[in-house]
């Protein structure tokens, strides 16, 4: 497995947080809330910002009561689930987002089509985990920072995906980061993963966002910053990779873990 990229390296962080990045992200928006894209749907953008679009499929991996759904939903501006609810056969949510390229200056429409299933149903039907993984371009790994067991089954996790799939992007999230003061992994657990798999790791809160003045609508833009560095740490990820694949950029060094 090739090393990620440096983070910031492939896209400009902050972006979105300046008046040209509020441009793009108005087609994401309606009235401070999200718009909610089906599989065949699109933002519409006025021609003079009339952009290209790069499709990814993702699927989301982790231990039943993770937090999977609950991450998707943050991603996609929608009501985070306040009781966990085991996801019944697969469920395919689209996510776009404009990010701006480091290298270029070049803004580039990404569309993401996470993929989550339910841990009973992988088990129980053989058909579900391979159209998962059917021309996946990158699994993100979740561990919950309440559930011990959940991490240490990453490595399990992550050895299978190595040999099933290797070459996809592959990144670790920890959630319920709103609930650390009762963490069942310390930081020393964190930075020793790091250092063995040399894989992206961010964190998420599983808190419900933040709402606008009515009391009950979620905050679009709001809910957007709490979830950038995820979406722009996948749009890197993923940049880079086709970049390397397409022989634009010089494959890095390949990563194993000790």
């Known amino acids: 497995m090739a090393r990620p990229p440096v983070p910031g390296s492939v896209v400009v962080p902050n972006w979105h947080e300046s008046a040209e990045g509020k441009e793009y992200l108005a087609c994401i928006l309606r009235k401070n809330r999200r718009r909610v894209f089906g599989l065949l749907e699109r ?14 499929k993702i699927f989301v991996s982790g231990k039943s009561g993770v937090g999977k ?3 998707v939903a943050k991603l996609a501006g929608l009501e985070v689930p306040v009781v966990h609810h085991e996801t019944t056969g697969i469920q395919t949510t689209v996510v776009f987002w404009p990010a701006k390229l480091q290298a270029n200056g070049r803004v580039v429409m990404f569309r993401f089509e996470f993929w989550d299933c339910g841990e009973s149903a992988l088990k129980k039907f053989d058909h579900m985990l391979p159209a998962c993984m059917e021309n996946t371009d990158a699994f993100l790994f979740l561990f919950s920072f309440t559930d011990r067991a959940s991490f240490e089954d990453l490595p399990g996790q992550l050895a299978r995906i190595a040999g099933e799939a290797p070459g996809v992007v592959r990144m670790v999230i920890g959630s319920k980061f709103d609930q650390y003061m009762h963490t069942d992994v310390p930081e020393r657990d964190l930075t020793a993963f790091r250092q063995a798999w040399e894989l992206p790791l961010l964190r998420v809160k599983s808190v419900p966002g933040r709402r606008l003045a009515d009391g009950r609508t979620l905050d679009g833009r709001a809910g957007l910053a709490d979830v950038a560095h995820v979406l722009n740490g996948l749009a890197e990820q993923l940049w880079h990779q086709d970049q390397v694949a397409a022989g634009l950029l010089p494959s890095p060094p390949e990563s194993t873990p000790e």
């Open 43 to 56: 933002p519409v953008l006025p021609p003079p910002l009339s952009i290209d679009t790069a499709s990814y």
């Open 69 to 71: 759904t609950a991450l």
